[in-house]
């Protein structure tokens, strides 16, 4: 990996993310035609709005979502070219979500952060409150990338003049400062203080709702390490207890523009690109029509015959083309241009909050949580018949005694069009039980990316250290010990 040439800056899309999504302006991108290395005069809220902008981009991509993550699941299927339905990728086909993780996420943030820093102009709890902004986002985006790949540059990051060829650091050690690190940017907000008066696309610079969103985080990392190391779990789980999102209206939501050159980028690849290759699977028509669960309606569209067909996971290329015409594709809902990327939301708590009384960490009632979860999820999807959903609840009741089939479950459903949060979920609860097709090239559904082409020719001696075989996709994360 070149770092240095990885961290340069693409200040001409970032001038279109300060506004909430107003046009670009040409004269003001010609204003930017500056020194990349010394980005002096970019504001810093300016960068925070390209790092949300490119991680919920990448989140919510055709090639790490759609075309990866929805497919592990087996969500969706390929109706064509389906070589990834089939496990066939090597160190060639991720190298974009690398980049796109450290130079245009993590890169911005690093660089925002330090103008903050050194900007005189902002004192006091406004100036914390915008560097724990930074730093829960930064959380999020490593959260996110070491989940994919497991040993990633870490401490070494980010700085390619100290550390042109970065050192990996263990997915453990990235754990236990990632949790340090948002616990930190918590206690730090100052909710009576402002923060970024414009520009900041998630919360629109509300620091209660960012204090919410970091706790909720928190309990997400520290409950997927839960079965490794339960202590220091429970620990930040019980911290972050004391305030998450506890209603819709709070959830964290990025909300892409109905600009084409920054709409959801599902709606880039299936409008703009005019591409169809995806359809929805049987797995996720036949469970959920067998479940009774009205979400169906939501996430899939109508055949030409007027009926939602699920195309079996995991054929060949001939064969899934064959079935195309008569196989339901996601609905237009999904993939509308303004549809949001959902960072964390009040259904994820309240199944978070059912694990954790389940386990004993804190006290509560499991089934409630679980019930709460549902109809959050339900409600999140439009809809609000509060008696089709006790119904619901009633048919899929939670089972305590086993509790990992009923979250896993639920928490399948409930995070449809979050291919990276339900792949991480289903390693880690082993729920719904997934079976590998037939044409698969892995003997096992992959649990891991494989190291970019990039890192193992010009980062060989770092990557060497931590796997013989960069090109791995099935030895589990750290956390996945099940």
């Not at 690190?181 to 610079?205: C, H, K, P, V």
């Not at 699977?281 to 996430?299: A, C, H, K, Y």
Request: proline share 4%; aromatic share 10%; net charge negative.
């Amino acid at each position: 990996m070149n770092m240095k040439n990885m961290l340069k800056y693409r200040f001409i899309t970032l001038v279109c993310l300060i506004f909430a999504f107003t046009a670009c302006d040409n004269d003001k991108l010609l204003d930017l035609n500056v020194d990349p290395n010394n980005p002096t005069d970019v504001p810093a809220v300016n960068l925070v709005s390209q790092a949300e902008y490119a991680l919920n981009s990448l989140l919510w991509s055709r090639g790490y979502n759609a075309e990866w993550t929805m497919l592990l699941v087996q969500q969706w299927a390929q109706n064509e070219y389906a070589e990834e339905s089939r496990y066939t990728v090597d160190g060639t086909s991720f190298n974009f979500a690398w980049e796109d993780f450290y130079a245009e996420v993590l890169n911005e943030l690093s660089t925002a952060r330090g103008l903050i820093e050194k900007n005189e102009n902002i004192v006091g709890g406004r100036r914390a409150n915008q560097l724990a902004i930074i730093d829960i986002l930064r959380v999020h985006a490593f959260h996110n990338l070491t989940d994919a790949f497991g040993a990633v540059p870490y401490s070494q990051a980010l700085n390619s003049v100290d550390f042109p060829s970065p050192a990996y650091d263990t997915q453990e050690s990235i754990y236990k400062d990632l949790l340090s690190t948002i616990q930190a940017a918590i206690n730090s907000i100052d909710t009576s203080a402002g923060s970024f008066d414009s520009g900041e696309l998630i919360y629109g610079g509300d620091m209660s709702n960012w204090k919410k969103l970091g706790n909720s985080l928190m309990m997400r990392i520290a409950m997927r390490m839960v079965d490794v190391d339960g202590a220091t779990a429970g620990q930040y789980i019980t911290s972050a207890a004391s305030d998450l999102i506890s209603s819709n209206a709070e959830n964290a939501l990025f909300t892409f523009s109905e600009n084409p050159n920054l709409a959801n980028p599902l709606f880039i690849d299936a409008v703009i690109n005019n591409r169809d290759d995806f359809a929805v699977t049987d797995v996720l028509v036949d469970n959920l029509s067998g479940m009774g669960d009205p979400r169906i309606e939501v996430f899939a569209g109508l055949t030409n015959s007027g009926e939602i067909v699920g195309m079996p996971y995991g054929l060949t290329d001939g064969e899934a083309f064959a079935l195309k015409s008569t196989t339901s594709r996601p609905s237009e809902m999904v993939r509308s241009a303004t549809a949001s990327a959902v960072v964390m939301d009040y259904a994820e708590v309240q199944f978070l909050l059912a694990e954790a009384y389940e386990r004993g960490i804190l006290s509560g009632d499991a089934a409630a949580a679980y019930a709460e979860g549902v109809k959050a999820s339900m409600n999140y999807w439009g809809i609000m018949d509060d008696t089709a959903i006790a119904d619901y609840v009633d048919k899929n009741a939670y089972d305590a005694g086993n509790w990992k089939e009923s979250l896993g479950w639920q928490k399948w459903i409930a995070f449809y069009m979050n291919g990276p949060q339900a792949w991480a979920e289903w390693r880690r609860l082993d729920y719904p039980v997934l079976a590998v097709p037939a044409a698969a090239t892995s003997a096992s559904i992959p649990v891991r990316l494989p190291y970019p082409i990039d890192e193992q020719t010009r980062n060989t001696a770092a990557l060497q250290a931590v796997t013989s075989d960069p090109n791995d996709l099935l030895t589990k994360m750290w956390w996945d010990v099940n």
